[in-house]
T-cell receptor
Framework: DSGVTQTPKHLITATGQRVTLRCSPR?????VYWYQQSLDQGLQFLIQ???????AKGNILERFSAQQFPDLHSELNLSSLELGDSALYFC??????????????FGPGTRLLVL | SQKIEQNSEALNIQEGKTATLTCNYT??????LQWYRQDPGRGPVFLLL?????KEKRKERLKVTFDTTLKQSLFHITASQPADSATYLC???????????FGRGTSLIVHP
């Protein structure tokens, strides 16, 4: 158990819908990262927050947005869902930032299926 | 363009042998490189980090080497066990970048 929690574990929804994925980092970690993992793309970095502020952005679609709240939990919002958005979504946390080479602790993931 | 390459073909070895996995990269000057283990349907788990000024790092049965001239990292598991069967991902951070970039991973299968 990494100490990172993600809810829900599974999500089935229809195209065009909007969903929210939630992540609670390990106690004491200030950074939260979001990743998308699909069979054909591997693990793709989406976005990072550090202590409530956006720190880095990867290939995150405009239909996706995220935020980190004062209690450091984070939410990833996916809207106007398409079939191709079906994937595993992971959240990870670390004490500081990726720039320091810090270990990222990954959550169990949310499996999203868009029908 | 920047690329990280790991063998897409699964590596099959016999129990007790040494497994060696490769991570090659192009157009990066990584400050460090990390290796993770991922089991099916689960999140990656950190194993080892090696920095650009280090040649080799060890942890129990694991060893990582980093050759910035060849632009390659090798990940070794000695005395491999069936429980080592998993996908192994390398990840690196380019100089000055905050963005973590992962390879697609290599599946290791250790046969009893």
């Amino acid at each position: 158990d990494s100490g990172v929690t993600q809810t829900p574990k599974h999500l089935i929804t229809a195209t065009g819908q909007r969903v929210t994925l939630r992540c609670s980092p390990r106690s004491g970690d200030l950074s939260v990262y979001w990743y998308q993992q699909s069979l054909d793309q591997g693990l793709q970095f989406l976005i990072q927050y550090y202590n409530g502020e956006e720190r880095a952005k990867g290939n995150i679609l405009e239909r996706f947005s995220a935020q980190q709240f004062p209690d450091l939990h984070s939410e990833l919002n996916l809207s106007s869902l398409e079939l191709g958005d079906s994937a595993l979504y992971f959240c990870a946390s670390s004490v500081g930032g990726w720039d320091r080479g810090e270990t990222q602790y990954f959550g169990p993931g949310t499996r999203l299926l868009v029908l | 363009s920047q690329k990280i390459e790991q063998n897409s073909e699964a590596l099959n070895i016999q129990e007790g042998k040494t497994a060696t996995l490769t991570c090659n990269y192009t157009n990066y000057s990584p400050a460090y490189l990390q290796w993770y283990r991922q089991d099916p349907g689960r999140g990656p788990v950190f194993l080892l980090l090696i920095r650009e000024n280090e040649k080799e790092k060890r942890k129990e049965r694991l060893k990582v080497t980093f050759d910035t001239t060849l632009k390659q990292s090798l990940f070794h598991i000695t005395a491999s066990q069936p429980a080592d069967s998993a996908t192994y991902l390398c990840a690196l951070r380019g100089g000055g970048s905050y963005i973590p970039t992962f390879g697609r991973g290599t599946s290791l299968i250790v046969h009893p």
